[in-house]
Nanobody, 112 residues
Framework: QVQLVESGGGLVQPGGSLRLSCAVS????????MRWFRQAPGKEREFVAF????????KYADSVKGRFTISRDNAKNLAYLQMKSLKPDDTAIYYC?????WGQGTQVTVSS
């Protein structure tokens, strides 16, 4: 059974940091690219970051470039999204995606 479970969201002040995790089961994790997306209230879901199956290649949305870092641990079937210098505009539900499967999302709120 395929399962993606995000964790690590929460409330943080502007300028703060959070690290999101995505635990994957039911897949040979190391064979697949991973992506993070987010959806803010009243907006469409948007791409945030990509990492290749090996972890060598990464890509980012312009809005998070230089602030967010995507990584993975293939031995542990985990993907991560390290977020720094957070802004109120980063407030959203964050989702991980593998192939056609999505996690349930984790809420990130950036507010003072």
């Amino acid at each position: 059974q395929v399962q993606l479970v995000e964790s690590g969201g929460g409330l943080v002040q502007p300028g703060g940091s959070l690290r999101l995790s995505c635990a994957v089961s039911g897949f040979t994790f190391s064979n697949y690219n991973m992506r993070w997306f987010r959806q803010a209230p009243g907006k469409e879901r948007e791409f945030v970051a990509f990492i290749s199956s090996s972890g060598i290649s990464t890509k980012y949305a312009d809005s998070v470039k230089g602030r967010f870092t995507i990584s993975r641990d293939n031995a542990k079937n985990l993907a991560y999204l390290q977020m720094k210098s957070l802004k109120p505009d980063d407030t959203a539900i964050y989702y991980c995606k593998l192939n056609d499967y999505w996690g349930q999302g984790t809420q990130v709120t950036v507010s003072s």
